[in-house]
């Protein structure tokens, strides 16, 4: 990491007095949740333009049952397991110091697992079922999720059917596909989740510092954030192992090593 980005990411953070930190999956890499794009990534072995849609599923799990089986796996098993990075818990001592706002693209509710607050979930939560109004009728646990995981790799050793795989979300979840009960998360083509939307866009207006983790910044209109920000002139500290999307003040490097050290040294 270039130190002389790290001294200056110290001082912003110093000197701020209303900081968001937008955060992607590469925050939750270390917490054993693969992310989307890199190597080994979700969307590697399930095309996104087949998954990650709720038609493209629906479709999927009419032909491929057992495919949608190892998909739902694929997401909520890593999910069911994971606890708070370090990282996670940089951004709660830094809520604790500086006023500051959580923006995250993730659905594995670690944010607020750390014990930060005001943290705005703009693609949903995995962890919410909402009916078809949009109330949410009730807030799963990890637990959940791992018996749902259980089940479905039980499944997996047998025949998987389409009745077998919408029988073990009902049973196990409550969720039901036909529309009346599902998990609140957005998937493309879906609005994005509220009012955490529209609160993260003001907050885009307010931040005196945005802190952008581990996000490839592909996904709009989520990446419109930082962009937004950026325009009115707030400063950007970008942290990834590889590039920065925004032409902030760019840490390369892991989050859960980055971020701790920028929130300890700008004590
Ligand atoms: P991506 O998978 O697109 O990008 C992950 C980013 O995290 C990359 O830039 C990596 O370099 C970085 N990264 C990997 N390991 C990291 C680490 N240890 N520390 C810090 N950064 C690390 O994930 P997102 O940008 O979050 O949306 O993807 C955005 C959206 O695309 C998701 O919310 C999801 C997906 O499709 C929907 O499905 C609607």
């Known amino acids: ?28 890499a270390e917490s054993g949740i693969p992310t989307f794009r890199d190597t080994g990534g979700l969307w590697q072995e399930f095309p996104p333009e087949r998954f990650a849609h709720w038609q493209g599923l629906l479709k999927e799990a009419w032909h491929h049952p057992e495919l949608v089986a190892r998909f739902v796996l694929g997401v909520i098993e890593p999910v069911a397991r994971a606890v708070p990075n370090p990282a996670h818990h940089a951004i709660t001592r830094l809520q604790q110091r500086i006023t500051t706002t959580v923006i995250t693209q993730n659905i594995d509710g670690l944010h607020q697992e750390a014990g930060t607050q005001d943290v705005r979930e703009i693609h949903g939560s995995l962890f919410k079922l909402i009916d078809r109004s949009g109330t949410l009728v009730r807030t ?14 039980g499944m997996l050793h047998d025949n998987v059917t389409l009745l077998k795989l919408l029988a073990s979300f009902r049973n196990v979840l409550g969720v039901d596909f036909k529309g009346i009960v599902r998990p609140n998360i957005v998937l493309f083509h879906d609005a994005m989740a509220e009012p955490d939307w529209q609160r993260a866009q003001q907050d885009a207006q307010w931040c005196e510092l945005m802190i952008v983790v581990g996000t490839s910044a592909q996904v709009y209109p989520a990446a419109m954030i930082p962009h937004q920000a950026h325009q009115r002139g707030c400063p950007i500290i970008e942290i990834n192992p590889v590039t920065g999307e925004f032409g902030g003040i760019f840490l390369k490097g892991k989050a859960s090593e980055i971020l701790p050290q920028v929130v300890q040294k700008a004590r």
Not at 146 to 151: D, F, I, M, V
């Open 1 to 28: 990491m270039h130190a002389g980005n790290l001294e200056k990411a110290i001082k912003l953070v110093r000197g701020a007095r209303k900081v968001t930190v937008f955060t992607g999956a590469g925050i939750s």
């Open 140 to 153: 799963l646990h990890r637990a959940d999720l791992q018996a749902l995981a259980q089940h479905l790799q």
